[in-house]
């Protein structure tokens, strides 16, 4: 079974660039099909998709965050990151990293049910 752990700061001063780390155990980033997602989750609100690194390391980024997102994997050490620039208070969220293993594009990006695999979920606020 696939187990995911996000790791990074609780706490970012706005105008910073937010970093955080999946440390995945079980499986591998490489095996094939497999789709390795960040998603958030504001407070009182639904999920938010911001990007997906696939298991051949290509990248897609959600349009309304495709400025600012950047995703890249270290193979070696079996993680994926997640870089998030210029954050404000609006960014403050749960931040999971999740995992598709089935193969193809989730249809529905913020939708919790095509996602295989979760992280336990960080907090991050974005607070001077």
């Known amino acids: 079974q696939v187990q995911l752990q996000e790791s990074g700061p609780g706490l970012v001063k706005p105008s910073q660039t937010l970093t955080l780390t999946c440390t995945v155990s079980g499986g591998s980033i490489t095996t094939s099909d497999y789709a390795w997602s960040w998603i958030r989750q504001f407070p009182g609100r639904g999920l938010e998709w911001m990007g997906v690194i696939t298991y051949d390391g290509s990248t897609h980024y959600s349009p309304s965050l495709r400025s600012r997102t950047s995703i890249a994997r270290d193979t070696s050490k079996n993680q994926f990151s997640l870089q998030l620039s210029s954050v404000t208070p609006g960014d403050t969220a749960v931040y999971y990293c999740?995992?598709?293993?089935?193969?193809?594009?989730?249809?529905?990006?913020?939708?919790?049910?095509?996602?295989?695999?979760w992280g336990q979920g960080t907090q991050v606020t974005v607070s001077s």
């Open positions: 999740v995992v598709r293993t089935r193969g193809e594009y989730a249809s529905d990006p913020d939708d919790a049910a095509e996602y295989d695999y």
